[in-house]
């Protein structure tokens, strides 16, 4: 009889060890999101066509800095989004070393005609350094993306105390809705 519940111990000790899986899969976690507000807006209609053309082609910068915390400081510099958005949201899904970055606004209820430039600040837990496949995608409001909403695609090293940076695709802005 002993020899059956010390087996059933030890199988039950096996199995809770196979389940820091979960751990791994659900280390990245987003949070503090703020952005600032409309920091440029620019009208295809109002700005100079030269200055309106040179500012909506400069990229989006992701800056991502771990600390020894395991905390990412993070921020989107440069948002392009409509003038009506008022708050932008950043969300997380990771498998393996694939980190996706969601990126999305709630539906603009009166579209404006003019393009804001924004910055986005969040934090996000990373529970080991190393290499990751990220990708950036600008969603739906409801959160769901495909390939056309892609707005960075590489992989970056995420190493304690250092800054990286990645350049967005230009192109890319928020959806209205």
């Known amino acids: 009889m002993m020899k059956k519940i010390f087996i ?18 659900e280390a990245f976690k987003v949070y503090d999101v703020s952005n600032t507000p409309c920091k440029t807006a620019l009208s295809k209609t109002e700005t100079r066509p030269d200055f309106f053309a040179a500012q909506y082609e400069q990229p989006t910068i992701l800056n991502i800095e771990l600390g020894k915390d395991g905390v990412a400081r993070c921020r989107l510099e440069d948002v392009k989004g409509n003038c009506g958005v ?4 950043v969300n997380c899904v990771n498998q393996a070393n694939r980190l ?3 990126v999305y606004n709630n ?14 600040d969040f934090k996000m837990n990373i529970t080991a350094p190393g290499n990751y496949d990220l990708r950036v995608y600008y969603a739906r409001s409801d959160m769901k993306y495909d390939e056309n909403d892609l707005a960075y ?20 802005m928020l959806r209205e809705k």
């Open 153 to 172: 695609k590489g992989e970056v090293n995420l190493s304690a105390g250092k800054k990286t940076s990645v350049k967005l695709n230009p192109e890319m």
């Open 100 to 102: 996706i970055l969601l």
């Open 86 to 89: 008022k708050k932008i949201y």
């Open 8 to 25: 059933g111990l030890i199988g039950l000790i096996g199995l809770s060890a196979c389940s820091s899986e979960n751990i791994v899969l």
């Open 107 to 120: 539906p603009v209820e009166a579209p404006l005609d003019c393009i804001c430039k924004y910055d986005v």
